[in-house]
């Protein structure tokens, strides 16, 4: 036998090893003490002591906060703790404070959640409209979902109210609610599981036509009532209405805008209705240009709300129906109490924003410190207007709960307990609730920036980002393409705005050129940031982008837009970031463009769009 290696290892007895060890501490460092140090643990300095390995005596606990030194290591005691050396020179760590019953922010007077377990539903919630997304993502049919991803996928409580969403797009998730409520008011006592439900009604928590949702009521355990919803919104490229795509620069009322549905029932006792779903697509004055693609949207959209209705049920199997509902308030409960925690920091403040439309919008915030509310109060904004710039009530609401789950440091999910602190008065009329005949297309994309400016303005948080979604569209009967444009985010006290982002209400990206060029008849040419166009200051604003798309065949396009006159506004010293800029290139000759503008387009011209740069903030050196 041959032996390549041998590891021994020896352990002598323990009365000898305590002996010689505490002997050779004594040798090595002789009268040994402790020197004063401190460790930053848990948010604050505490004051500690700093022990040599060497001079630890056998048995003498060591009661922490501490530090114990040796050579190669360092080994911290936390408060609570204490370290012991053994006789045969271990080091043990034990607890002798027993460990305060820690619980979830906002949730002591309601259930006391655990704070581990309010973590792992906050997760899985969100997790199961991550998963939506990504079915929606690879079902569906059109550009603007599948690869521009225009769409938001969310879980709602019997009542409508928001639970978690992904990532997606703010303007979406903070007004679906009432999109879910709306088809409880008119299908409720009705509802029987198989059902799904399309709305895309502007005043029935709609935010303009080509917004579509599927709502899908989800029972357990044969309960007569739903007891969630799962909704998925997608941006359809087009819906009808006066132009191609479904964003007209100048519609003045909703029937120019496309197909309205109001809480249609699409599925019944799991039977799909296509014959009713594809007549509906195509009646009326302005139909839509392309059916078969909203029912293959629409379907990928009934996929992700399946998905995320048998992800519920298998939670359910997992936890129990009463853990499950219980968290499902307990999630609420901690953000209200997260946004609460927010309010407590506020001042009272007021802010304006003007617009390239001729619109103001005013927003005067209102802290009421004994019951730790706030009044978000839009009195002073312009009254409807006769173009599309109305914005529905859910858009103004969608902001309100954006910027305020923005200001919450947590991780939390945006949901409906975010707004329970908040009182919103929108004047009936203005801009921000309409009549509902009102045009709203740009209400959704361009007054929704607005909004966020003028409410992170009176929170003195951030300067004005682009404050649009420069929006173009172009196509005819047969095909329609949609697209928003990144911009310059507005700067903040410790941050540059960041460049060439989609921001605010907007979360999607743009079509990779190559899917572009391959799927329409269309080159781009430029895609370029604007260098200097963010605003100066201590923080920066981000710059915009310059983008120019070469037309390959005659085509309708429109753009709707904003911030090309106004400039986004610099905050406490900052500098106003530049405006945006339209234009047209035909041979040799360049046609400016206003912020709104429907062109004809021939082969061989060429669109230009540079977008604006974001406010800086504090003065400049």
Known sequence: MIVEALTLECVTAESENAASTNSEKQDRHGEAKPENDRLFINGSWLEAQRWPRGALETDRPIIGPAIICEAHATIIVPPDWQLVCSARDDLVLTRHVARQKRVATGTAHTGAADPVLLEVFNARFMAIAEQMGVTLEKTASSVNIKERLDFSCALFDANGGLIANAPHMPVHLGSMGASVQAVRDVHGPDMREGDAYVVNAPYAGGTHLPDVTLVLPVFMDGEATPRFFTAARGHHADIGGISPGSMPSFSSTIEEEGILFRAFRVRRDGIFDEAELM???????????????????????????????????????????????????????????????????????????????????????TVDRAARCLNVDFTGTSAQMDNNFNAPSAVCRAAVL????????????????CLKPIHIEIPNGCLLAPEPSAAVVAGNVETSQAICDALFG???????????????????????????????????????????????MTNSRLTDPEVLE????????????????????????????????????????????????????????????????????????????????????????????????????????
């Open 518 to 621: 391959w799927r329409f008849p269309v080159r781009l040419l430029n895609f370029s940031i604007r260098s200097g166009t963010g605003g100066d200051g201590a923080w920066r604003g981000g710059c915009g982008i310059r983008r120019e798309i070469e037309f390959l065949r005659p085509m309708e396009a429109s753009l709707l837009s904003g911030r090309r006159t106004t400039r986004p506004f610099g905050l406490n010293g900052g500098a106003d970031g530049a405006s945006g800029r339209n234009y047209l290139r035909r041979g040799g000759a360049l046609t400016e463009l206003e912020a709104c503008a429907r062109v004809t387009v021939e082969a061989g011209d060429v669109l230009g769009i540079e977008t604006p740069g974001g406010g800086g903030y504090g003065p400049s050196d």
């Open 279 to 365: 007549a509906r697509l195509t009646e009326g004055p302005y139909p839509a240009r392309n059916p078969t693609q909203n029912r293959a949207d629409i379907l990928a959209q009934l996929a992700a709300c399946e998905t995320g209705a048998q992800n519920i049920r298998t939670m359910y199997a997992e936890f129990g129906g009463y853990t499950v509902n219980a968290y499902v308030g307990l999630v609420q409960d901690n953000a209200e109490e997260n946004v609460r925690q927010v309010i407590d920091r506020l001042h009272d403040a007021s802010f304006g924003v003007d617009m390239d439309c001729g619109a103001i919008i005013r927003v005067t915030l």
């Open 402 to 417: 954006y910027v305020f789950r923005c200001m919450v440091d947590a991780d939390i999910p945006m949901n409906e307990g």
């Open 458 to 504: 009176a929170l003195g948080a951030m300067a004005a980002c682009q404050g649009t979604m420069n929006n173009l569209t172009f196509g005819n009967d047969h095909l329609q393409y949609y697209e928003t444009i990144c911009g310059g985010a507005g700067a903040g006290d410790g941050f540059h705005g960041a460049d060439a982002v989609h921001t605010h």
